[in-house]
């Protein structure tokens, strides 16, 4: 077994134990740059993707290492000896966009580059954040497939940097920002998913709330009235 920097910790995932010899992390330490490819998406040059980046450099280290969750416990690190974390670093430097490879040129370990990466990019991704925050809040709340489909790639930006609202929180969001369909009162709308909630076992999600919005557009065009389409939500 490779000798750990320090046995003092344990990591996050499998618990203390010191990591094992498997054919993929021999590969590894023999070149280390033929694993740099396995990281996909690499990091952009405005860190806009860093979780997705993350995700995947969690992904190899789980194969190499056997730790899940490998960046998200700091003392996990405690457990590469040094040519680990030197084969390591030289993936995460090259990983990442060119012009930001520069910024770990001192990093003399794993866990330093990654601590750099990430003070470097907190305040870019803090500011992403709150442009797509503005963007949701200021959508044209008329109901249209634009309107959905605006909403959903809000939702899946801001997941791609950290901010991950459960499909609870989502489908209220859904139903705040999207106005009702000609002929139907929000009081009306409101009542029908607060029935549709209840019949549920799940709680609903934003593709709930759009099946509920579009069964109402689908009666006003056919001329029906809402009320006799109003039990198709027992279908979500």
């Not at 010191?18 to 740099?36: C, G, H, T």
């Not at 730790?67 to 990442?96: C, G, T």
């Not at 966009?97 to 520069?102: E, K």
């Not at 949701?136 to 959905?148: E, N, R």
């Amino acid at each position: 077994m490779p000798t750990t920097r320090s046995t003092s910790k344990k990591p996050s995932g499998d618990v203390g134990q010191p990591i094992a010899d498997n054919p993929a992390l021999s590969k590894f330490l023999a070149n280390p740059n033929s694993y740099v490819s396995y990281i996909d998406p690499q990091l952009k040059s405005d860190g806009s993707n860093m979780s997705q980046w993350i995700d995947s450099v969690n992904d190899l280290t789980h194969l190499l290492f056997g730790v899940k969750n490998f960046l998200a416990d700091d003392s996990n690190f405690d457990l590469l000896d040094e040519p680990m974390d030197w084969s390591f670093l030289h993936v995460l430097k090259f990983s990442i966009a060119l012009d930001v490879q520069p910024i770990l040129k001192d990093a003399d370990s794993a866990l330093d580059a990654l601590k750099t990466l990430k003070k470097n990019f907190h305040k870019s991704t803090r500011v992403r954040q709150l442009e797509l925050i503005n963007s949701l809040l200021h959508l044209d709340d008329k109901m249209s497939a634009s309107h959905f489909n605006s909403f959903f790639s809000i939702m899946s930006q801001l997941s791609s940097i950290g901010v991950d609202l459960s499909p609870l929180v989502q489908g209220l969001l859904l139903q705040t920002l999207t106005a009702p369909p000609p002929g139907t009162s929000k009081t009306h709308l409101n009542n029908l998913i607060l029935a549709a909630a209840e019949k549920s076992d799940d709680k609903l999600g934003p593709r709930d709330i759009q099946v509920i919005y579009n069964s109402l557009q689908s009666d006003v065009v056919d001329g029906d009235g809402t009320a006799a389409n109003s039990f198709a939500i027992n279908l979500l």
